[in-house]
């Protein structure tokens, strides 16, 4: 790499000058233009990484690796028209960042670039005819902060085009693919955090499911579905009515048909989950029905049966704030015993989410129907006792 101590070296920069006299230049890129960009838009800093230098430079020694391209899809043909029509009519915007690059340490010449952002813009230039660019370049201290730099660059501010959900699955599955991060949930968790920090937390939480998924993090976990059909068996409305079941909450029946059920049954991700507490309440007092909550994680876990522990010690907290509150209001705050039958809400158990096929049930999955926290099964009645009296 031909870069001296923080910056990019003499010999390299006369090199591409040398270049730079013949190549081809519509967009009327000078050193001035340069030195406007940098008081319009300075240099972002990445982490793990130094600036060395804006530079303009001969776009014939910066290569671009389509395999490296952070999209999920090559250049969008769209948005390189938007681009195209905006460079012809705007000319260079200086207020925009510059592709950002690396010194290519693929390539036989130490004077060689490689981009890490700017595809598209690669693109229009070859439209264009531009046979020069003005770029950014970066020296990363490992491979793992090039990738991350690429996706957090800034990039053509207008027209845009933002990173896409699909966009981050690609990068991440390509990561743990290059061992440039573990192959397991955390790992992942925290480089999605980083790269698509421009994302709210359920997309980001969407995008580590199907990275789990996709780089077979959690093969023997299964989730459940809080939006999908009946017909899903993946689904918890799925699980309930193949569970045998009854459906779970009020909507679309009346008291009488509820009553005539026996109980009412709700599903909850988490032990203290309040809107699900308040129905229960609620709905269990007026109609006089027991209420049995079943415990699932909505999302993997390394390790289930501790999520389980956690679930029983959150719902037991719980269940004591309704006593006390109970006991303040009758009983001027002085605590009694509860009659464990007349505490509508109940805990059934929890979904079968261990699914790692079981030789010693010829293949079957090792959860199978209502579990325990321990993972056994259990068999459901609605005139059983509460989970939390044996398991908490």
Not at 74 to 85: A, E, I, R, S, Y
Not at 177 to 198: M, P, Q, S, T, Y
Not at 242 to 266: F, H, M, P, T
Request: aromatic residues 10%; negative net charge; charged residues 25%.
């Amino acid at each position: 790499m031909q870069a001296t101590g923080n910056t990019v070296s003499v010999e390299t920069k006369s090199f591409w000058d040398k270049l730079l006299v013949t190549c081809s230049n519509p967009l009327g890129l000078t050193e001035e233009i340069l030195q406007e960009s940098l008081l319009k838009c300075p240099p972002r800093e990445y982490q793990g990484s130094v600036h060395l230098d804006r530079c303009l430079v001969p776009r014939s020694i910066l290569r671009y690796n389509p395999e490296e391209q952070p999209r999920d899809k090559n250049n969008d043909p769209f948005h390189v028209n938007k681009l195209t029509n905006d460079f012809e009519v705007n000319r260079y915007n200086t207020s925009c960042e510059p592709p950002i690059v690396c010194f290519d340490y693929e390539s036989n010449s130490g004077n060689n670039l490689k981009g890490q952002s700017g595809f598209n813009r690669n693109e229009v230039f070859d439209r264009m005819g531009q046979e020069m660019i003005i770029v950014d370049i970066y020296d990363y201290e490992s491979r793992y902060w090039e990738v991350i730099a690429r996706n957090q660059s800034n990039h053509h501010k207008s027209p845009s085009l933002s990173q896409t959900k699909n966009d981050y699955i690609k990068e991440v599955c390509n990561a743990v693919d290059e061992k440039l991060i573990e192959g397991n949930g955390d790992a992942i968790d925290e480089f999605v955090d980083i790269v698509a920090a421009d994302k709210n937390s359920d997309m980001r939480r969407i995008i580590k499911d199907t990275c789990y998924n996709n780089c077979q993090i959690y093969p023997n976990f299964r989730t459940f579905s809080v939006s999908g059909s009946v017909k899903s068996k993946n689904s918890l409305k799925g699980w309930i009515a193949n569970a045998s079941l009854v459906r779970a909450g009020i909507e679309g029946r009346s008291d009488e048909e509820l009553k005539a059920q026996g109980y009412l049954l709700y599903c909850a991700g988490n032990g203290d989950n309040k809107a699900t507490w308040m129905r229960a309440i609620v709905h269990g007092t007026r109609l006089n029905l027991p209420v049995w909550i079943f415990g699932y994680a909505p999302f993997r876990k390394e390790d289930l049966k501790k999520f389980r522990e956690n679930w029983m010690k959150e719902f037991n907290q719980t269940k004591s704030y309704t006593i006390q509150f109970s006991n303040n209001i009758v009983n001027d705050g002085d605590s009694s015993e509860i009659n464990e039958n007349d505490f509508c809400v109940k805990v059934g158990g929890f979904l079968p989410q261990y699914v790692r096929p079981n030789p010693r049930d010829r293949g079957r999955a090792t959860e199978n129907g209502i579990v325990d926290v321990e993972g056994n099964r259990l068999y459901f009645t609605p005139t059983g006792n509460c989970l939390s009296l044996s398991q908490s």
